[in-house]
């Protein structure tokens, strides 16, 4: 598994990245986001939305766990999990996974029937203020050659 670490000082800094990621992303691409409240996953998927050529901004999900953006280079489909802790699983989950677009997931540990094979984790750490940690994980080639790209 090909890990890769980067460090971002601010909001900005971190959405640069999640632009970056996304031009070089390919359609049926699966982003598991973790990290505690805060950390940064919503802010990433700004940046992710914005290099998809998607100029609606993304909000964090309230009442609806899942969002379709369809204004970009190809289909963005927000997870937000966070409001399936504790639920029973087997809800047709496979259902809310999307080969034509790129599907980001927050909280994937509390929707484990959505977690695909092969997918690129980024675990993102609060160190000080402004700055975070970001782990990049990738669990497939076709991830660990987008690292590669981004490098
Ligand atoms: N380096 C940074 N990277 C990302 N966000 C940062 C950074 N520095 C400060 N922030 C701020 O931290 C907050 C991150 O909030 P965000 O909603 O993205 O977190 P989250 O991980 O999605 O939380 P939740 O688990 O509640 O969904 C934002 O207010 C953002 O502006
Ligand atoms: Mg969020």
Not at 95 to 112: H, Q, S
């Amino acid at each position: 598994m090909k890990t890769i670490t980067y460090y971002t000082k601010n909001a900005e800094e971190t959405q640069l990245l999640g632009e970056r990621l996304a031009r070089h992303c390919k359609p049926g691409m699966v982003f598991l986001l973790s990290g505690d409240l805060g950390a940064g996953k919503t802010t990433l998927t700004q940046g992710i939305a914005r290099g998809l050529g998607i100029t609606k901004t993304v909000t964090s999900p309230t009442f609806t766990i899942q969002k379709l953006y369809r204004k970009g280079r190809m289909t963005l489909n927000h997870i937000d999990a966070y409001r399936l802790e504790g639920i029973s699983q087997d809800l047709g989950f496979e259902e809310y996974l999307y080969d034509d677009g790129l599907t980001v997931i927050e909280w994937a540990k509390f929707a484990p029937d959505l977690i695909p094979e092969r997918y690129l984790e980024i675990k993102i750490t609060l160190l000080e203020e402004e700055e975070r940690r970001l782990d990049f994980l990738a669990a497939g080639e076709e991830y660990e050659a987008l690292l590669e790209e981004i490098a």
